[in-house]
C-alpha cells in the first residue's frame, strides 16, 4: 500500500494546483479523480468550454454585423455547429492534457475512481470496476468543487431541459431558449446562443440580475443585453415545465404572487446557482461537519473537523470560483508545509465574460452603504476613451470606490469590453492597499482601455481630464 504526504481528493482547478504547489515543496503526493479526464469541472463542462463558444459565437456576431462598418467585406457567415463543437473539444483536450503533464513532471500519483474518506489518514478509491484501493496518507484535502442545483419538480434531461453542462453541447439551435436564473452562467450562455441565433428569454426570481455585483453595473448590462435581443422577467419564477407534448410548455408565475403565464421553448437551461459536491465522501461516517448549506465547515487554516483532513474551493463557503479554489490550494500546500499560507478574500475578482465582459473586484456601493462606510466615488464611461471611440466599443463604464477618509481603494467595477483583463491592475493595487491617488498617478500607455481607470480614479478626486 502507497503512503503519502497528501492526497487530494478532485483534480479541479483548486485539487490540482494544491497537488503541484504541495510536490513543489517536496512532498509525495496523490490526487484522486473520478471521471476518466483532469480537470474537474472548469476545465472539462465548465469555464474552459463556455469560454470556447463564448469567443466562438463573438466572432460570428462580429462577422455578420460588425465587419462591413470597418470596410471590411465578407458573404454572410454559415453557422457549422458541429465544427465549432470541435472547437470547444480541441480547448478542453489541450487543457486536460496540460494538467496530466503537469502531474507527471511533479511526479504526483493519479488515481481514477471514487474517493471515500474513512477517517484521519485513509482514503477508499473504488474503480470502475467496482474494485476498492486502500490509500494511506499524513494529509486529506478535499476539492471536490460543486454540481448543478436543481429546481424542484423540474428533471434535467441535458436534452431539451439542460444544466450548464447539457448547454454547452446542443446539437442545434434552439428557436427559443428559456434560462432560468439571470446569474453569470446563465447570461454568458444565453449570449452564445443569442449571438447564434436563438431568442432569449431570462427568467429571475430576483428583481435584479447578477446578483451580488454592483448595483449600477447591473442596471446598465440589463439595458445593453435588451438591446442585444434578450428578454427578461424578473421577480419571476418557473414553477413546472410540461414536456407531455411535442413543445415545452413552461409556467411562469410572479415571485411575490399572481396570475401565471405561458412561455413555449424550445429548450429550457436551468442556472440556478450551484451546490457543494460532497456525495459519496462518507463524511458523515468520519466525523467531518457540514454547515447549514451542506458546505464542509473549515477553520482559518482550512481544517475540518477531523484531524489531518482539509477542505478548499467550491465544497467550503465563498464565492464558487475557479481562482479563488486556486489560491486556497497553494495556501493549504504552504501550511502543511510549515509556510504561512493566505488568501485575502477581500480581493477576489469576479468576471462575466459577455460582451460586452463585467468585472469587479472588493465591495460594492451597496456593501459599503450597509457597512457604513464613508466612501468617495469616481466614474469614467468608455465614450470618452480615446481606444474606444476609434475601436467604437464604447458601452460601458469604470467605476473606482475609494475610502473618503484615506483614499484607500474598496472596490473597483468595470464594464465594457476587455473589463475581466483590466481589472487585474485595481486587484494589484487592492492587494497592497493602494489609494485611488496612487492610481491616478500611475503612467498608462496611451491609447488603451486602462486608461480610463486612470481617469475613474482621477475622477475621485474630481480632476478626470477627459471628462
Sequence with gaps: MATYDLVVIGTGPGGYVCAVRAAQLGMKVAVVEKSASLGGTCLNTGCMPSKALLHASEMFEEAAHSFAKMGVGVSAPKLDLPAMMNFKQQGIDGNVKGVEFLM?????????????????????????????????????????????????????DEKRIVSSTG??????????????????????????????????????????????????????????????????????????????????????????????????????????????????????????????????????HFATTVKGIYAIGDVVAGPMLAHKAEDEGVAIAEILAGQAGHV?????????????????????????????????????????????????????????????KTDRVLGVHIIGREAGEMIHEAAVLMEFGGSAEDLARTCHAHPTRSEAIKEAALAVGKRAIHM
Design 104 to 156: 507527471k513532471k511533479n511526479k504526483i500519483d493519479v488515481i481514477h475512481g471514487r474517493g471515500k474518506i474513512l477517517g484521519t489518514g485513509k482514503v477508499e478509491v473504488t474503480g470502475s470496476d467496482g474494485k476498492a484501493q486502500p490509500v494511506e496518507t499524513m494529509n486529506i484535502v478535499i476539492a471536490t468543487g460543486s454540481d448543478i442545483a436543481r429546481l424542484k419538480g423540474i428533471e434535467i
Design 344 to 404: 485575502n478574500y477581500d480581493v477576489i475578482p469576479g468576471v462575466v465574460y459577455t460582451t460586452p465582459e463585467v468585472a469587479s473586484v472588493g465591495k460594492t456601493e451597496d456593501e459599503l452603504k450597509q457597512a457604513g462606510v464613508a466612501y468617495t466615488v469616481g466614474k469614467f464611461p468608455f465614450t470618452a476613451n480615446g481606444r474606444s471611440k476609434v475601436n467604437q466599443t464604447t458601452d460601458g463604464f469604470v467605476k473606482v470606490l475609494a475610502d473618503a
Design 167 to 300: 448547454a454547452l453541447s446542443l446539437d442545434r439551435v434552439p428557436g427559443k431558449l428559456l434560462v432560468v436564473g439571470a446569474g453569470v452562467i446563465g447570461l454568458e450562455l444565453g449570449s452564445v446562443w443569442r449571438r447564434l441565433g436563438a431568442e432569449v428569454v431570462v427568467v429571475e426570481f430576483l428583481d435584479r440580475i447578477l446578483p451580488g455585483m454592483d448595483g449600477e453595473v447591473a442596471r446598465q448590462f440589463q439595458r445593453m443585453l435588451e438591446k442585444q435581443g434578450f428578454a427578461f422577467k424578473l421577480g419571476t419564477k418557473v414553477t413546472a415545465v410540461d414536456t407531455s407534448g411535442k413543445a415545452l410548455k413552461a409556467t411562469l408565475e410572479p415571485a411575490a404572487g399572481g396570475p401565471a403565464e405561458t412561455l413555449e421553448p424550445d429548450v429550457v437551461l436551468v442556472c440556478i446557482g450551484r451546490v457543494p459536491y460532497t456525495e459519496g465522501l462518507g463524511l458523515k461516517e468520519a466525523g467531518v461537519a457540514l454547515d447549514s448549506r451542506g458546505r464542509v465547515q473549515i477553520d482559518s
